[in-house]
């Protein structure tokens, strides 16, 4: 059976939907969101994947799924599974200590992006309230002057949430050395476990 996946090329990096529901990013495969339909799987791809997520060159992919209970005719498509999914390294482990930091990096990544959409938002609002105010001075009446000050009373306290959240997150990224190497890390500890070597002199002794 087949089903589709949002990923990278080297389908080490997935899409995936975090505790609060929104679109994330993970480099757990067995988080990874699956669709019954390449149209669903688009359709999320294009209007509910921030430009961060879609940044790292993920695209719609199509995985074979395995069943599972195969014997039960009324399986449905989200009790499949995609097909020879990862091993979960032992919980405590460093393997699995790098894991969380490497799911939670790519998460803290996104969030930063979305933030800066959102306060990008705001202060395009924030200018438009304000040339309306300056271009219609002398104009405004008691009541149009007050409803001008109290839409930009909640847009400024909406983008301060925001600053307050951004600088936050700034704090621990300015003490990460390489934020997206981070988020990337156990791709390279994957490509490390897979390593191989070339013999130099005794080519015979790696002979089969």
Not at 5 to 24: E, H, L, R
Not at 118 to 124: A, G, M, T
Request: glycine share 4%.
């Amino acid at each position: 059976m087949t089903g589709y996946v949002i990923a990278d090329a080297n389908k080490s990096v997935w899409v995936c939907k975090d505790t609060s529901g929104s679109y994330s990013l993970t480099t757990d495969r067995a988080k990874a969101l699956i669709f019954d339909s390449k149209p669903a799987a688009d359709t999320v791809f294009k209007s509910n994947l921030s430009k961060f997520i879609k940044s790292k060159g993920v695209v719609v992919k199509s995985v074979t799924l395995q069943i599972a209970g195969a014997d039960n005719k009324n399986t449905k498509a989200k009790d499949v599974a995609v097909e020879s999914p990862c091993i979960q390294p032992e919980y405590g482990s460093s393997k699995y200590i790098i894991s969380v930091l490497s799911d939670a990096a790519a998460k803290l990544n996104c969030r930063h992006a979305e933030l800066v959409e959102e306060e990008s938002k705001y202060d395009r609002q924030r200018t438009d309230i304000e040339h309306y105010i300056e271009f219609n001075a002398g104009k405004l009446n008691a009541c149009d002057g007050y409803k001008a000050y109290k839409m930009l009373q909640e847009v400024l306290l909406s983008r301060r949430k925001i600053k307050d959240e951004l600088q936050m997150i700034n704090v621990v990224r300015s003490r990460m050395s390489l934020p997206e190497d981070l988020a990337n890390i156990e791709t390279k500890i994957q490509e490390l476990e897979s390593r191989t070597y070339e013999p130099r002199e005794f080519k015979y002794l790696f002979e089969k």
